[in-house]
């Protein structure tokens, strides 16, 4: 499937994925005022909010091999942060990045891959005319019984999803961790994000599978001992660097006509669209994003990620109110001293 699963109810894969994450050390936080860096005699100075592991350019090289987003799954654990909860997660995704220039072509700026996003293989993606804000909920829930966790990741691709069998698509399946022993290959989480009900098009995953990332988070909470509903959740990283905040380089994306601000139109809200690049006028050459683990050493961020404005709207953390009152959240793992690399999102029951 192109996926690694981590799970069980024992502390020791809590530890193991604790330990894993300080490993997989995350990103500037494309806040040019407070990218984090190694401050003096090796002490790190963690990045300042977003801390996002998508950037365009970086990870398309073929040396970021197993360096891949990882979607890190947390439902309490056996000491002190017990879960009486049962969560069914969906997620909602699309395309991670925009180009620049809203005109139904994709262009990845470091390499030579060219979308036309026509509406015959991409009806979802590209819906309205627009080349992003389209967003498509998987079908496939993502279980979690109370004190299970998971780690889904990619070795190569942006999007752990599952391939399209018997296709010219289903081929190259590179789990992250492919020789990973029982009891971490549960089969529950085997498809990932998967869109089994045929929403997507082929076309559609191929292109998400490696420009693809989840924006939000859908999580029906249940009390697992009654099966009782407690609620609905909806969940989106917090990004206070976004135009009021600090960072300069988030620019507004416009619609077809090349003039509003597009709007990513979802059955929950609307929100306004940015992207981030401090290259706003297309003009080449499309530098990667820079940075260096040295002391000091300055960060150009060029990395097109695309993110929703849903502050104040769209909450990163709620209260679960049932039988044990619990904190949702889904945030960004980060470390030091390689920042972005190896980062993580993170949906958890504290």
């Given at each position: 499937m192109g996926l690694f699963m981590l799970a069980a109810c024992s502390e020791d894969v809590y530890d193991d994925i604790d330990q894993q994450n300080n490993e997989m050390n995350a990103p500037p936080t494309f806040d040019d005022d407070d990218p984090g860096d190694l401050g003096m005699w090796g002490i790190s100075n963690l990045a300042t909010n977003y801390f996002?592991?998508?950037?365009?350019?970086?990870?398309?090289?073929?040396?970021?091999?197993?360096?891949?987003?990882?979607?890190?799954?947390?439902?309490?654990?056996?000491?002190?942060?017990?879960?009486?909860?049962?969560?069914?997660?969906?997620?909602?995704?699309?395309?991670?990045?925009?180009?620049?220039?809203?005109?139904?072509?994709?262009?990845?700026?470091?390499?030579?891959?060219?979308?036309?996003?026509?509406?015959?293989?991409?009806?979802?993606?590209?819906?309205?005319?627009?080349?992003?804000?389209?967003?498509?909920?998987?079908?496939?829930?993502?279980?979690?019984?109370?004190?299970?966790?998971a780690r889904i990741e990619d070795r190569v691709h942006h999007l752990p999803m599952p391939y399209v069998l018997g296709t010219s698509l289903g081929t190259n399946a590179m789990p992250r961790y492919a020789t990973t022993p029982p009891p971490y290959s549960w089969p529950a989480w085997a498809p990932g994000f998967a869109d089994i009900g045929g929403i997507l098009t082929p076309q559609e995953e191929l292109l998400l599978r490696d420009y693809g990332k989840v924006f939000f988070y859908e999580v029906d909470v249940f009390e697992d001992a009654t099966n009782a509903f407690v609620g609905t959740y909806i969940l989106h990283p917090e990004i206070q660097t976004l135009p009021k905040g600090p960072a300069k380089n988030w620019h507004e994306v416009p619609n077809v006509a090349g003039t509003a601000h597009l709007q990513g139109n979802l059955p929950f809200g609307s929100f306004n669209l940015h992207y981030y690049t401090n290259n706003p006028t297309n003009s080449l050459p499309h530098q990667s994003t820079q940075y260096t683990n040295g002391y000091g050493d300055p960060v150009a961020c060029n990395s097109y990620e695309l993110v929703f404005d849903t502050a104040g709207i769209i909450k990163h953390q709620h209260t679960i109110s049932g039988s044990v009152i619990k904190t949702l959240t889904m945030d960004i793992w980060q470390d030091a001293p390689t920042f972005w690399q190896r980062s993580a999102l993170h949906l958890r029951v504290h």
């Amino acid at each position: 499937m192109g996926l690694f699963m981590l799970a069980a109810c024992s502390e020791d894969v809590y530890d193991d994925i604790d330990q894993q994450n300080n490993e997989m050390n995350a990103p500037p936080t494309f806040d040019d005022d407070d990218p984090g860096d190694l401050g003096m005699w090796g002490i790190s100075n963690l990045a300042t909010n977003y801390f996002s592991p998508w950037d365009l350019g970086w990870n398309r090289l073929a040396q970021y091999r197993d360096l891949q987003p990882s979607y890190v799954f947390s439902n309490g654990d056996e000491d002190d942060n017990y879960s009486p909860y049962r969560l069914e997660v969906h997620a909602w995704i699309g395309l991670a990045y925009f180009d620049g220039t809203n005109d139904g072509v994709f262009n990845d700026h470091f390499t030579t891959n060219t979308f036309t996003l026509n509406l015959a293989n991409y009806p979802n993606l590209f819906a309205n005319g627009e080349e992003v804000g389209n967003l498509v909920k998987t079908t496939i829930t993502v279980p979690f019984r109370p004190q299970q966790g998971a780690r889904i990741e990619d070795r190569v691709h942006h999007l752990p999803m599952p391939y399209v069998l018997g296709t010219s698509l289903g081929t190259n399946a590179m789990p992250r961790y492919a020789t990973t022993p029982p009891p971490y290959s549960w089969p529950a989480w085997a498809p990932g994000f998967a869109d089994i009900g045929g929403i997507l098009t082929p076309q559609e995953e191929l292109l998400l599978r490696d420009y693809g990332k989840v924006f939000f988070y859908e999580v029906d909470v249940f009390e697992d001992a009654t099966n009782a509903f407690v609620g609905t959740y909806i969940l989106h990283p917090e990004i206070q660097t976004l135009p009021k905040g600090p960072a300069k380089n988030w620019h507004e994306v416009p619609n077809v006509a090349g003039t509003a601000h597009l709007q990513g139109n979802l059955p929950f809200g609307s929100f306004n669209l940015h992207y981030y690049t401090n290259n706003p006028t297309n003009s080449l050459p499309h530098q990667s994003t820079q940075y260096t683990n040295g002391y000091g050493d300055p960060v150009a961020c060029n990395s097109y990620e695309l993110v929703f404005d849903t502050a104040g709207i769209i909450k990163h953390q709620h209260t679960i109110s049932g039988s044990v009152i619990k904190t949702l959240t889904m945030d960004i793992w980060q470390d030091a001293p390689t920042f972005w690399q190896r980062s993580a999102l993170h949906l958890r029951v504290h």
